[in-house]
């Protein structure tokens, strides 16, 4: 197996173990295993893998990139009280359609954040919530709100 192809493997391996890691956990992460690896072909074999559509990368407006094995339709919610990356399945959220015209323009694909908590950190502060003997269901409506989006629910 040549160098670069090892080192491949161990990126895209990197990608799919570590669920949404940014590009530092997954120099991180390769180096133990082939130390001579540089930032350099980190970013190179990311970029084309992401241009051959077997990644996705997500930006963050505040933070590093995330890459993700998941190319299905999903979001992403990220857990405001720990860090972690979290998906939603695209079902959940029915609002935007992609590959349709908009308003005389032309919606490709879209990309959704989602900012709040992960359901470990949530429930903790439930727990907490209900410790102090004060649960709000308000408090998951405003989180809601807080991404600007309103969308409907589909539960059926
Ligand atoms: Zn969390
Ligand atoms: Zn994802």
Not at 59 to 73: H, K, L, S, T, V
Not at 103 to 116: K, P, V, W
Request: hydrophobic share 30%; charged share 25%.
């Amino acid at each position: 197996m040549k160098r670069n192809t090892k080192q491949q493997s161990y990126i895209s391996e990197a990608v799919s173990e570590l669920h949404h890691p940014t590009a530092q956990a997954i120099y991180e992460y390769v180096k133990k295993k082939c130390p001579s690896v540089s930032k350099g072909t980190i970013y190179r074999v990311l970029a084309s893998l992401v241009q051959e559509g077997k990644i996705n990368q997500i930006q963050i407006a505040n933070g590093a990139d995330f890459y993700d094995w998941n190319c299905m339709p999903h979001h992403h919610l990220v857990c405001e009280t720990c860090g972690t990356i979290c998906d939603i399945p695209a079902d959940k959220i029915k609002t935007f359609h992609n590959d349709q015209e908009c308003a005389d323009m032309y919606i490709r694909t879209h990309r959704i954040l989602f900012f709040g908590q992960c359901a470990t950190c949530y429930a903790q502060t439930k727990k907490e919530l209900s410790e102090r003997g004060d649960v709000q269901d308000s408090e998951r409506t405003t989180q809601e709100n807080d991404t600007g989006l309103s969308f409907v629910s589909n539960n059926t």
